[in-house]
């Protein structure tokens, strides 16, 4: 199976408030995925009740600079 993003695909993004941010909702709502967004401020707790259960994928992450 091709590595990436596919329509019908959950993709977690865990990212400060940037302007990366809206661009990548879009990109994944292009691609007919579902973006789940987490504030990267989030307690351990708080993610894993946020994350579906099963969802076997890392989180797009963007490193605080």
Same mark, same amino acid.
């Given at each position: 199976k091709?590595? /990436?993003?596919?329509? /019908?695909?959950? %993709? %977690?993004?865990?990212?400060?408030?940037?302007?990366?941010?809206?661009?990548?909702?879009?990109?994944?709502?292009?691609? /007919?995925?579902?973006?789940?967004?987490?504030?990267?401020?989030?307690?351990?707790e708080?993610?894993? %009740?946020?994350?579906?259960? /099963?969802?076997?994928?890392?989180?797009v992450?963007v490193?605080?600079?």
């Open positions: 091709a590595q /990436g993003v596919q329509r /019908g695909d959950r %993709v %977690v993004l865990m990212m400060r408030n940037t302007p990366h941010f809206p661009v990548l909702d879009v990109a994944v709502l292009m691609v /007919g995925a579902t973006p789940i967004s987490i504030y990267n401020s989030s307690a351990a708080q993610v894993a %009740v946020q994350l579906p259960f /099963g969802l076997n994928v890392p989180p992450t490193p605080c600079r």
